[in-house]
């Protein structure tokens, strides 16, 4: 006697027809005929009057029904009792990000990682472009891209963790680099440094479109794939540029972020998951306290798709 022959009995013995018994456990109707055959024979009992209508227990049946199920039962605390033993796996959570976010990652991560001891976090960095890829991929579960384009709202769900004020990337002898603030017009007549679109699609827009808020139109007139390289680019003096302040937290010798008068435009800081999924765990951890959803991805007065 096996569980099998305990589980085929309780089922056709509770639906009182084999056709619907096979159908609750997706076995053929001859192949659970025969298993409670092979029961009866080694029980040396009819479990069942078989009548031209439908099933029903015997004396004997309605005895052994309480048995199979008892065992059934305890065979089923048995297997749970076990899982106690068993070596326990961490659920892991993907997170794509990039650098400057660090600051803000960190100590949240660190919170997480204290409330959640059966977690654990991987982290990849990689520009914007890569980490939506990657979640469409489902490579990475959050993505923190920085600024989001509008169009992700429509793919995925975007929880805007934070507003962060763009400032002045400029090279350090540059003539406005010792002011402590300075108006975005005055960059008017300067080249642009722009980002390569694949790897981060829409920021150019988040510079022209501040730029053009402030009453002018950037000269984009080079492109770099990387973060580092935009500063590497503006400290060698090809250019200026719009960045977050958060970018100041990376190494930029030869550069120096200068504060923008007031109204400053913002970028957003947002996290990134698939829709239909449920909320990555470790989000709650990241949020500010005045983030919210962007399911139509709209803007602040002073902030800028892309």
Partial sequence: MELRHLRYFVTVAEELNVSRASARLRISQPAVSRQLRDLEEELGVDLFHRGNSKLKLTDAGEAFLAHARDLLRRSHDAVSEMRAFR?????????????????????????????????????????????????????????????????????????????????????????????????????????????????????????????QQAGFTPRLRYRVESLSALVAKVAAGSGVTLAPQEVGQLPHPGAVLIPLKPPAPCAASAAVYRKGEPKPAVLDSLVCPHQHRHGTGSQSPHSSPG
Wanted: hydrophobic residues 45%; glycine residues 6%.
């Fill in 87 to 211: 070596p326990q796996t961490k659920r892991t959570i993907t997170i794509g990000y990039l650098a400057p976010v660090l600051a803000s990652l960190t100590p949240a991560l660190r919170i997480f990682d204290h409330n959640n001891p059966g977690f654990e976090v991987v982290l990849r960095e990689m520009p914007p472009g890569e980490q939506v890829k990657a979640l469409r991929e489902a490579r990475i579960d959050l993505a923190l891209l920085g600024n989001p384009c509008p169009e992700l709202a429509i793919e995925f769900e975007v929880v805007i963790l934070q507003r962060i004020p763009l400032q002045a990337l400029l090279p350090d002898n540059h003539l406005l680099a010792l002011r402590k603030r300075i108006g975005l017009v005055e960059l008017e007549s300067a080249d642009f440094v722009g980002f390569d679109e694949d790897r981060f699609p829409g920021r150019n827009d988040l510079i022209c479109r501040a730029c």
